[in-house]
């Protein structure tokens, strides 16, 4: 009885499995397709690769029930299907999904429920693809997504649930293609090619991508005019090739960028501005191998290059102060320096006559962010402040103006114990002060608070009452 009810439930199984999947490799007619829906009813999951290509194949509905494919989908050279209607069930390719030279392909409408693709999605050929909108649903594309070829096609906007390519990312030779908005939310991709795209104006769209491990190539977009939208770029781990841009005036857009193997700029006819930070850092800091030619002058050579980036100004990031006891102290900081011999402190008390109070010497060059301070000891109760920033060569250039307000404070006395030298510093420096010693012998008085240290090398070691308006303070003198 149980190798009865053992042999039953054998038999249950495998009719289960069958129900549920099946294997099938080509198809090549309609006929073919149609009769598949017939011959597995209850297929569900196809184990194993599918491609479907036939002169007379006008619908996918023979596929109607298959929910996941374990390998790849072709669709390729199919001059009479029209859509993807058939495929409405389809959720999960564990391979990858190619879509290719189906010349009377308009949409992609009946891949709707199309989640997963867990290799590359490549869509290529399509002489009348005009919309996307039907993989609405996806959302994960594991290894590439290649658009290219595709004559009328004008969005990708398809694709913004994706976050990151592992391969590569290619949208190219698409000549009614005019935005990458649907690319917003990848922030990495293993190489990144955006070529022969007749209308794209800008790389709006790539405004979240941080990284690519391999290389970012921009070729023969002819009315890309910018690169704003690469502007959180940050790494290029093989090569960075811009060319044959004819409308791009400026690499400005690459601000955060910080590496790139390898960098060739050639054939942009009108690009003469390519002397932005990144460039110049990377450059300067002589470990990326450098191909700049045929380019606008100012871009036309790497000397020329060389040459715009040795005038580029030190890129000051903030520029701060406050009111502390012990004077106003002013704060800045620089991203990067290139030929900077220092900057001179001046200071105002109402904004338009200004006197240099100090100097701070700089870095000359740096490719990291540098701190610097200054103190002034004697300030207004309302002080302004600006930065001149001096170049070896004698160029200058000016700091915006910032505004310190003096705190109340109360009177400050330090060293103590004062060893050669002793700070006074109060709200109000218009006070008298007197020093006496033990004995109540004056030892040292003014009518005002001295602006400068006072030296206490000539006194004796022993405990001093320094007053100051009505306060008085204990001080111990200790030179030896």
């Known amino acids: 009885m149980k190798k009865l009810y053992l042999l039953i439930s054998i038999c249950f199984f495998s009719q289960y499995a069958n129900a549920q999947s099946c294997d099938v490799s080509d198809f090549t007619s309609q006929q073919q397709l149609d009769n598949f829906k017939i011959q597995n009813p209850g297929c569900k999951t196809i184990l194993g690769s599918v491609t479907i290509t036939g002169a007379d194949i006008t619908n996918l509905n023979g596929l109607s029930n298959i929910t996941r494919v374990i390998g790849d989908v072709t669709i390729v050279n199919n001059p009479t299907l029209p859509n993807m ?3 409405g069930a389809l959720t999960d390719i564990n391979g990858r999904l190619t879509i290719n030279n189906n010349s009377l392909l308009s949409n992609v409408d009946g ?74 939310n990848i922030t990495t991709a293993s190489s990144i090619s955006i070529a022969l795209n007749d209308k794209l104006p800008n790389l709006d769209g790539l405004n979240s991508l941080t990284n690519t491990t391999g290389y970012l190539y921009i070729g023969y977009n002819p009315l890309l005019t910018n690169l ?74 790497l000397g020329e290059l060389a040459t715009e980036c040795a005038t580029l100004p030190v890129e000051l ?27 001179e402190i001046e200071k105002s008390s109402n904004s338009k006559l200004f006197q240099k109070i100090g100097f701070v010497e700089g870095n000359t060059d740096s490719w990291q962010a540098l701190n610097y301070s200054f103190t002034d000891p004697a300030p207004h109760s309302l002080t302004y402040y600006r930065l001149k920033q001096i170049d070896w060569d004698g160029t200058s250039t000016y700091s915006k103006i910032i505004v310190v307000q003096s705190k109340e404070q109360v009177v400050a006395v330090y060293p103590n114990p004062s060893r050669g030298h002793l700070t006074i510093r109060a709200q109000n420096q218009n ?49 030896d």
């Open 85 to 87: 209607n058939g495929l």
């Open 111 to 184: 891949l709707g429920a199309l989640t997963n693709i867990y290799d590359g999605i490549d869509i290529d050929g399509n002489q009348s693809l005009t919309d996307l909108s039907g993989l609405q649903s996806l959302s994960y594309v594991g290894s590439y997504l290649r658009v290219v070829y595709n004559p009328v096609l004008t969005s990708v906007e398809v694709f913004n649930k994706i976050t990151s390519v592992t391969y590569f990312l290619s949208v190219g030779a698409n000549p009614k293609l005019e935005s990458l908005s649907g690319l917003r």
């Open 228 to 301: 704003q939208g690469l502007s959180r770029l940050k790494s290029i781990g093989d090569y960075l090739n811009i060319t044959n841009n004819n409308a791009l005036t400026s690499l400005t857009g690459l601000d955060s960028l910080e590496r790139a193997g390898q960098v060739q700029i050639q054939n942009n006819t009108n690009l003469s501005e390519c002397a932005i930070r990144p460039i110049c850092l990377i450059l300067k800091a002589n470990s990326t191998p450098f191909n700049v030619t045929s380019n606008a002058p100012g871009c036309n050579s």
């Open 317 to 343: 990031v903030s520029f701060s102060g406050e009111s502390k006891i012990e004077g106003n102290v002013l704060k800045w900081v620089t991203a990067s320096e290139i030929n900077n011999k220092g900057f």
């Open 431 to 479: 006070q008298p002060y007197s020093i006496k010693n033990g004995q109540g012998v004056t030892v040292m008085a003014s009518s005002v608070l001295p602006e400068k240290e006072i030296s206490t090398e000539s006194l004796q070691d022993g405990i001093y009452f320094l007053t100051v308006g009505s306060e008085v303070f204990k001080i111990l003198v200790a030179n």
